[in-house]
T-cell receptor, first 103, second 116 residues
Framework: GIQVEQSPPDLILQEGANSTLRCNFS?????LQWFHQNPWGQLINLFY???GTKQNGRLSATTVATERYSLLYISSSQTTDSGVYFC?????FGAGTTVTVRA | GAVVSQHPSWVICKSGTSVKIECRSL??????MFWYRQFPKQSLMLMAT?????????EQGVEKDKFLINHASLTLSTLTVTSAHPEDSSFYIC????????????FGPGTRLTVL
């Protein structure tokens, strides 16, 4: 199956900082998604982004399908952005990036 | 829209008992539902994919007689952990892919199973 690698594994941010999370995948995908898992375990859909760029508030994502990677941008981070961010295809997920935003 | 529920949200049971977890798509019909388990500090591991009216497809290493999956309707899939043992304790998550529209999945809130 497709291998998904995420980086960095951990990220500590000061409130207000910007950051970029990366997702590399080993083969072509047509259903890449980014999720945020909150402290209670709920996975929240952030983006369905097999290609192109999307923005939703302070978050945006870009997938370059031909180069097999996707980026998630967090701007002006807030403490509520803390949690684990996963990218994946539904069949395969990365190991996640744990984001901690400090006030 | 696109809400998926799971029931129960947590369950504690004795070793040897069976536990049923329900996954429902509340406002859409789901052609395909997926079951995952997640251990602490780890990623989601796909256990099986189920399509309405047909047998589930299990991932390698997942015992189909241990984890029974039934997808009886376009809005309901169930996972039954049979003869549960402490090593089955985990966080179980389902997701559903809508019948119509793009190839996006929506996740339930998860069920935390603790087997004593």
């Amino acid at each position: 199956g497709i291998q998904v690698e995420q980086s960095p594994p951990d990220l500590i941010l000061q409130e207000g900082a910007n950051s970029t999370l990366r997702c590399n995948f080993s083969d072509s995908v047509n259903n890449l998604q980014w999720f945020h898992q909150n402290p209670w375990g709920q996975l929240i859909n952030l983006f369905y982004i097999p290609s192109g760029t999307k923005q939703n508030g302070r978050l945006s994502a870009t997938t370059v399908a031909t180069e097999r990677y996707s980026l998630l941008y967090i701007s002006s981070s807030q403490t509520t952005d803390s949690g684990v961010y996963f990218c994946g295809t539904g069949l395969s997920f990365g190991a996640g990036t744990t984001v901690t935003v400090r006030a | 829209g696109a809400v998926v529920s799971q029931h129960p949200s947590w369950v504690i049971c004795k070793s040897g008992t069976s536990v049923k977890i329900e996954c429902r798509s509340l406002d859409f019909q789901a052609t395909t539902m997926f079951w995952y388990r997640q251990f602490p500090k780890q990623s989601l591991m796909l256990m099986a994919t189920s399509n309405e009216g047909s047998k589930a497809t299990y991932e390698q290493g997942v015992e189909k007689d241990k984890f029974l999956i039934n997808h009886a309707s376009l809005t309901l899939s169930t996972l039954t952990v049979t003869s549960a043992h402490p090593e089955d304790s985990s966080f179980y998550i389902c997701s559903a892919r809508p019948l119509r529209g793009r190839n996006e999945q929506f996740f339930g809130p998860g069920t935390r199973l603790t087997v004593l």
